[in-house]
């Protein structure tokens, strides 16, 4: 089986893993990028669409995001909707930061289009040898000094690794319906909306495609959710004074299990987890992509380190570095799930927490702050990223 050589192997051509390809291919330092799935697979894959104000900055200063800010659309503020009332968070006023929705098939596609690093799909089912050394199904073996694993979830890399890990797992009670509708958003900004019938959120992908989800019980199927049952849900969710929903087909729906997932540490000898490979947060907080960038954004400058003068300070670094930011976001989006889901064990004493909590947000500029320091996310130190 023959054998070939680079610096870095890295598995699966998600945000995470094409996003390190990028960072180590500016700084001069060998890589190939492994994923199982074709490319028109991975560039249809439908997931997030909200970008922190510092992975737009890390894009652009990476010179991937010419498109990005031709279609993106940014963002200055969240609506928290409750009790029929709609209240606005002003994101860019309290934080100086916005947000720019832009779908992630959108920004994978861009990082395949502009990679000058070899992408290999198609690689059937990938397999490690040991953890400098990734075997793919078309007999073919490829090592390097170090395998990064950005596998997702259900990849290979942490299954190879799993009798060293300590888990941390959190499932929650409802799932999120999601669909595609192929008509105009019906608000400029995105709506969070508790009822007593649960949750909905009201999004968007580009000028002409809206994004919605419902939160339904964990146990349904699509079957479960025709078009007339998926709009009345919509309306009686994000329903409030001076907002009409625009209905249009349904181009895409799905159903997402709700978990909040931590294995740590996420570097093992010369293999390092990255992503959904490592973590997985409920997407009430928009975070698992810019999560994902955050992982690589901190293990490319633990490479170049390793790389120009021999140290692993930074590698060593790794994970520490990393799961302060993942439990971070694990307890914000943990928080805003709790926030703006009807449990359905909830009594009348937990749905009144909730609103005073909703309250309390939208009242206390301190509070607002809060939510809306940690939904822009940090400052990225991008100058020393690259």
Sequence with gaps: MPVSRTKVVIIGAGPAGLVLGHLLHRAGIDCVVLERQSRAHVEQRIRAGVLEHGTVELLTALGLAGRLHREGMVHTGVELLFDGVGHRI????????????YGQHEVVKDLIALADFPVLFDCGVLKLRSDQMVECAADRVVEGDFVVGCDGFH???????????????REYPFAWLGVLAATAPSAAELIYAL?????????????????????????????????????????????HEGFTLTEGPILDRSITAMRSF????????????????????????????????????????????????????????????????????????????????????????????????????????????????????????????L
Aim: aromatic letters at 8%; one cysteine or more.
């Design 155 to 169: 990849g290979v890399s942490r299954p190879f690794v799993a009798s060293a890990l300590r888990v941390y797992e």
């Design 90 to 101: 002003p994101l860019q006023e309290l934080t100086g930061r916005t947000i720019t929705v």
């Design 195 to 239: 009822s007593d019938d649960g949750f909905a959120l009201h999004s968007m992908r580009s000028p002409t495609i809206t994004r919605l989800y419902l939160q339904v019980p964990p146990t349904s199927s699509l079957d479960d959710w025709p078009d007339e049952r998926i709009w009345t849900a919509l309306h009686r969710r994000l329903g």
């Design 262 to 385: 931590v294995a740590a540490p996420m570097r093992h000898g010369r293999l390092f987890l990255a992503g959904d490979a490592a973590h997985i947060v409920p997407p009430t907080g928009a975070k698992g992509l810019n999560l994902a960038v955050n992982d690589v954004r901190v293990l490319a400058g633990g490479l170049r380190r390793f790389y120009a003068t021999g140290s692993e300070d930074g590698l060593d670094a790794y994970s520490d570095t990393c799961l302060r930011r993942v439990w971070r976001v694990q307890h914000f989006s943990w928080w805003m799930t709790s926030m703006l889901h009807a449990a359905p064990d909830a009594d009348p004493f937990a749905r009144e927490l909730q609103r005073s909590q909703l309250r309390y947000v939208v009242e206390s500029e301190a509070a607002a702050k809060t939510l809306a320091e940690n939904y822009v996310g940090p400052v990225m130190p991008v100058t020393e990223s």
